[in-house]
C-alpha cells in the first residue's frame, strides 16, 4: 500500500521560504509521478509543481514558476518542495499526491495516492 507522509508546513511572514517533504514508501516510485496541490479555504483544489520520478522532468504552475522548486531524493524516497518568497496568498493545506504514469499532471483526479496534507500560512 502506498503511503505519503508529508511535512515542512508552518507559519512564516511573506517574503520568507519553507521547504515541505513528501516521504513516500510502499512501492517503487521509478513510473510515478508525484505532484504537490494546494488547497485554501472556500478554494478548489489546485496544482503547484509535479516531478516525474524516473526522469526528474518537472513541472510547474506557471504562476509558480520561479518562486517554487521541486525536487527528489531517490535514496530517501522523498520529493521535496522548495517555496521561496512567500506570499498571504500561498497561504493553503498543502498536498503531495502520486500517480502511476504521465498523463495530466496537472488534474488532481489522476493522481491514486494522496497524503494528508500539512498546513502553510503566510502572514503579512
Known amino acids: 500500500q502506498v503511503q505519503l507522509v508529508e511535512s515542512g508546513g508552518g507559519l512564516v511572514q511573506a517574503g520568507g521560504s519553507l521547504t515541505l517533504s513528501c516521504a513516500a514508501s510502499?512501492?517503487?516510485?521509478?513510473?510515478?509521478?508525484v505532484g504537490w496541490f494546494r488547497q485554501a479555504p472556500g478554494k478548489e483544489r489546485e496544482f503547484v509543481a509535479a516531478i516525474a520520478w524516473s526522469t526528474i522532468t518537472r513541472y510547474y504552475e506557471d504562476s509558480m514558476k520561479g518562486r517554487f522548486t521541486i525536487s527528489r531524493d531517490n535514496a530517501k524516497n522523498t520529493v521535496y518542495l522548495q517555496m521561496n518568497s512567500l506570499k498571504p496568498e500561498d497561504t493553503a493545506v498543502y498536498y503531495c499526491?502520486?500517480?502511476?504514469?504521465?498523463?495530466?499532471?496537472?488534474?488532481?483526479?489522476?493522481?491514486?495516492?494522496w497524503g494528508q496534507g500539512t498546513q502553510v500560512t503566510v502572514s503579512s
Open positions: 499526491a502520486a500517480k502511476y504514469g504521465s498523463g495530466r499532471v496537472n488534474n488532481y483526479d489522476e493522481y491514486d495516492y
Open positions: 510502499g512501492r517503487t516510485f521509478s513510473s510515478y509521478v
